[in-house]
C-alpha cells in the first residue's frame, strides 16, 4: 500500500477529471516524447511561413524593403505578444491542456486560409518579371486583407499554443522526486533541440520549395505538417499529466500592489510571523505551496500587514506577496533581453534581404535560396545544445557545484556578448559587399554583387551560437523563477521579449530610414540595399547591444534567485508534522 501512495505525483497534477496521478501510468519522457514531437512538426510550419515572408511580400505583393520587413516584424511581434493572454486564460479559466486545444485549432484555421491566398489567382496580384519597376501591380485591398486576416488568425492561435505546449511538457515531471527534477533540468535544452530541429527543415527543404517549386506547395506542406503535429499531440492525451487553473496571475499580483499602495504609510513589524498568512493545513490540502516572507522589494510587504480590514485588496498572504514580488523581480531581466530579440528579428529580415544581393549558386545549376541560410542558425543552434549539456555543463559542474554548470543569468550574459560580436562582423561584412559593388560599378544599378552568399554564414551561425546559450537559458529562467502557480505567465515574459523585440525592430527600422532621409540625404535602407548603408545601421546596433549589456551587468548583479519550492516543500511538511503531533499530544492529555 506504502508503494502505491509513494507512486503518486507531489506536485498537484492530475488527470483530465481531476483526480491524483500515478508517475508510473503518467507522465515524464513518455508524455514528453508526444509534445516534443508535436513541437517539431509545429516548428517546421510556423519556420515554413516566416522565413521567406519578407521575400513573399516583396516579390509575389510587391513591397518595398522598408514596408516588407516591417510586415514581418510586426507579424512576428504579434505571434510572440499574443502568448500573454493565452497565459492568462490557461491559469485563470481553462487550464493548459483546454487553452491548447481551442487555440490550435484556430492556428489550423489560420494556415488553411493563408495557403488559400497564396494558392488561388484572384487572391494575388499579377507576376512581375522586376520587382522594382513601378510598373508592378499592387495588391488590392481585398487580397492584402484576406492575406493579413489569414496572417494575424494564425497569430491568435499560436497565443494560446506557445505559452502552455512548453509548460505542458515540463508539468510532466514531478520537482518533488529526485529522479525526475534531474530529467526536468534537460527538459528546456532539448525543447529547444526539437524546436530548431524543425525550424531546420522548414529553412532548407520548405524554403528550397517556395524558391523553386511554388507557393501552393511551399505554404500546402507547413498546413498539412501543422495538422499532423496537432494529431500527434492529442494522441497523448492518456499520458499527459495536468495542473489545474490557480485564478488569474493578473488579479492576485493588481491586489498585492493595490494593497501595499493603499497601506504606504503602515510600519512593518520587525517580526515577518507577524504578517497575515494562512494556514499551513489549507496549503496542504490545495497542494499549493507556501513561500516565507523575504526583504526583496520589502515595500510589497505591507499588503501582508494586518489592519481592521479582511478585504482581498487591502489583505494579501506572504505568500501571495512573496509570487507577486517574484514577477516584479523579473521584468528588469525581461528589459535586458529586448534588444537581443531585435537582433533576432533581423534573421528573416534584412539578412535574408542581403542574401539576394549576391551570387547564390553552388555548382553549375543549383542556387540556395537566401531564406535557407537560416538554416545554418539552426545547424549551429542544434550542435551547440548539444555540446553545451554533454561537456560543458559537465566540466562547470565540477567547477562551480551548480546542477546547471552555470547559473542562467551567465548564461545569458554570454548569449548577450555574443549578440554584440554578431553585429560587429555584420556590419564589416556589410561594408565588404558594398565595395565590391562600387569596384564592379553595380551601385546604382542595383545588380547582383560578384560576391558567394556564403560570405554571410558567419553572422548566421554565431545567431544559432548566442541562441543555444541566451535563449534556452531565458525561457528556462522565466519558467523556474516564476511561482508555481503563475509558471504559464513566466513563460509568456520569454515569448514577450521576443514579441516587443520585434516591434522595436519596426520602430527602429522606421526611424532610421527615415531620420537618415533628412536633409537631402540618400538614407541608410532603401529598396536597392547596393546604395543603402546596412553597414551603418548594423554598427548603430552593436552599440546598442554594448549598452544594453551594461545594463544587464546591473540588473543581474541585484537580482535574487528565488528559493527552491522543493525545500520550502519540505519545510511545510516537517511543519505539519510537528503541529499534528502536538495536537495529538494535546488530545493525549486532555483524555488523560
Known sequence: MEGNIDDYTQDGTVDLKGNPVRRSKRGGWRACSFVVAYEVFERMAYHGISSNLVLYLTNKLHQGTVKSANNVTNWVGTIWVTPIVGAYVADAHLGRYWTFAIASCIYLMGMIVLTLSVSLPGLKPPACKDINSRDCKKASTLQLGIFFAALYTLAVGTGGTKPNISTIGADQFDEFEPKEKAHKLSFFNWWMF?????????????VYIQDNVGWTLGYGLPTLGLSISIAIFFTGTPFYRHKKPTGSPFT????????????????????????????????????????????NLRFFNKAAVKTSSTNPWMLCSVTQVEETKQMLAMIPILVATFVPSTMLAQINTLFVKQGTTLDRAIGSSFKIPPASLTGFVTLSMLICVVLYDRYFVRITQWWTKNPR??????????GLVIHIIIMV??????????????????????????LTIFVLLPQFMLMGTADAFLEVAKIEFFYDQAPESMKSLGTSYSMTTLGVGNFLSTFLLSTVSDITKRHGHKGWILNNLNVSHLDYYYAFFAILNVLNFVFFLVVAKFYVYRAEVSDSMEVLTEELKVMRLRASAQEATVAG
Open 405 to 414: 554548470g552555470i547559473t542562467l543569468l551567465q548564461r545569458m550574459g554570454i
Open 194 to 206: 526539437s524546436i530548431f530541429f524543425g525550424a531546420l527543415f522548414a529553412n532548407t527543404v520548405l
Open 425 to 450: 562582423i555584420a556590419s564589416f561584412t556589410e561594408r565588404y559587399r558594398l565595395s565590391v559593388a562600387k569596384d564592379h560599378g553595380i551601385v546604382e544599378k542595383g545588380q547582383q554583387v560578384p
Open 252 to 295: 492576485k499580483m493588481a491586489k498585492v500592489i493595490v494593497a501595499a499602495i493603499r497601506k504606504w504609510n503602515v510600519p512593518l513589524p520587525t517580526d515577518p510571523k507577524e504578517l497575515y498568512e494562512l494556514d499551513l493545513e489549507d496549503y496542504a490540502q490545495k497542494g499549493k505551496y507556501k513561500i516565507d516572507s523575504t526583504q
